[in-house]
């Protein structure tokens, strides 16, 4: 049986996606340090402490774009109709 995806609740999935990218920050900040830390310092390259900030920019970017996305899908999708997805029922 074929189900429709009318609407995303903004809130709660951009708050999820949010702290999503956050983590990945988390995951990617030893890389993004460790560039810091050998990249030249004249002009290219960026500072240790921002290498700390970018997991937090990217969780509050994350937030943000995806509240704007989840907005334009309910709009869309009043007009023309959500996603249909087929879910099976059967346990498993």
Request: net charge positive; glycine share 18%; with cysteine.
């Amino acid at each position: 049986m074929a189900q429709q995806l009318r609407r995303f609740g903004i809130g709660q999935t951009a708050k999820v996606v949010g702290v999503l990218y956050g983590l990945m920050g988390v995951v990617f900040l030893p890389f993004l340090v460790l560039g810091a830390m050998f990249s030249p310092k004249g002009g290219m390259g960026f500072g240790v402490g921002f290498a700390i900030l970018l997991p937090f920019l990217y969780g509050i970017c994350g937030f943000i774009f995806t509240a704007i996305s989840c907005a334009i899908y309910n709009w869309v999708a009043g007009m023309v109709g959500g996603i249909e997805v087929e879910l099976d029922t059967t346990a498993t």
